[in-house]
């Protein structure tokens, strides 16, 4: 075997193309990263924005869209009384009647920008126990409750949306109470207000959904039958966590073409590298003769010259590495119903180096093996 110094006494020999090599799989390294995390950051989100202890009743054939869902305002009374198993908290039914509806908020300056506002009682806190305020207090009448989120999905600054802020919904102003948390969900880029207010700014006198907190998962079967038995009102029943999962499943599609993206400029890069690599490996051919003829065999030689390729894309994953941690770890993404946050995870990290290795290796072998072919007195002659 060849000592690993001569591989990288080789790597010196020319910087530009070092240059070329680290660069190009760092750029591609840091686009795999990018779009593992990306695919991770959304499923994360939508995986956690349900719990199974939780069961919304929407109308039917509105299974794939709360905000196309009406139901009547009257229902969450009348489920607390027909189903068995609603948790009680302090003697209250965890039951939340909620409008979900799509519109633009503007702020005193002028900023406009569109979002998911939920319509709510304080009943809400009840079934989303996650939900904790970090500031200001909980919305009355003329008032809207922000998440920490909020104001990225919505494209404004962070202070725009501070408690005591002025802002506009469908021409009626309206005043910032508070901020709240709901750690990875999709409820910290939504804007809650009262459920009253939301009827009038809606312009509607019905409900989306209701959503009940059961006492155990398995409870669900009584909401279900609850909505088989009462066909006058149009129910549909869901686990909070289905609903979330069909939206997972929903944005399938945009997680596979980022990964077909990836994937294509990570087969570009491949083809450069064979250019870049038969190129430099070409110019040896002679000297690779040589170490063949004083004792060197040609797997030995061989296994060298990918040793150069991969360790230069290996620098090219740690840059990778450190540039996602720099320019990525910590970021808010916005999508159409929310945003999540993205985190270079240990698992993106893992994703990342085996990018890099097959990179160093596959860019390797076919130079490598195309500049081995000749018999060695050619070899040496040329």
């Not at 929407?58 to 229902?75: C, H, M, N, P």
């Not at 029943?237 to 599609?253: H, Q, T, V």
């Not at 797997?299 to 620098?315: D, G, K, N």
């Amino acid at each position: 075997m060849l000592p690993l110094s001569y591989a990288l006494r080789n790597l010196f020999r020319d910087r530009s193309r070092l240059v070329q090599t680290v660069g190009g799989s760092a750029l591609v390294v840091l686009l795999v990263m990018a779009a593992a995390a990306l695919n991770g950051g959304m499923s994360k989100v939508l995986s956690a924005s349900g719990s199974p202890k939780n069961a919304i009743l929407i109308g039917t054939g509105s299974e794939e869209s709360i905000q196309r869902s009406e139901v009547s305002a009257q229902l969450a009374g009348i489920a607390e009384a027909g189903i068995r198993g609603v948790s009680k908290i302090l003697g209250r039914s965890a039951a939340s009647p909620e409008i979900h509806y799509m519109s633009f908020l503007e702020t005193k300056d002028g900023k406009k920008g569109q979002g998911l506002f939920r319509g709510v009682t304080p009943g809400a806190l009840l079934v989303h126990p996650e939900v904790r305020l970090l500031e200001g207090e909980f919305p009355r009448a003329g008032e809207v409750m922000v998440g920490k989120l909020a104001w990225r999905k919505l494209g404004f600054e962070e202070n725009d949306l501070k408690p005591g802020a002025k802002v506009k919904l469908e021409d009626s102003d309206l005043t910032v109470s508070g901020i709240f948390a709901a750690p990875g969900t999709v409820m910290e880029s939504e804007v809650w207000a009262v459920l009253g207010d939301l009827h009038m700014l809606a312009q509607r006198d019905t409900v989306s959904c209701v959503v009940l907190r059961m006492e155990d998962a398995k409870d669900f079967s009584e909401v279900d039958l609850f909505a088989q038995q009462r066909l006058d009102l149009e129910l549909t029943a869901m686990r909070e966590s289905d609903y979330y999962a069909a939206l997972g499943a929903f944005y399938r599609p945009i997680r596979i073409m980022t990964w077909i993206t990836a994937g294509l400029v990570a087969a570009g890069a491949i083809f450069g590298g064979f250019n870049t690599l038969y190129a430099a490996f070409a110019a040896r051919i002679r000297e690779l003769a040589t170490l063949q003829a004083i004792g060197f065999g040609r797997w030995a030689v061989f296994l060298s010259l990918v040793q150069e390729s991969l360790i230069a894309c290996l620098a090219g994953t740690l840059v990778a590495s450190v540039a996602a941690l720099l320019l990525l770890d910590g970021r808010t993404i916005p999508f159409s119903i929310g945003a999540f946050t993205i985190t270079i995870s240990p698992q993106v990290a893992v994703v990342g180096l085996v990018s890099g290795i097959l990179l160093g290796i596959l860019g390797s072998i076919p130079p490598a093996i195309r500049c081995l072919v000749p018999p060695l007195p050619k070899a040496l002659r040329s």
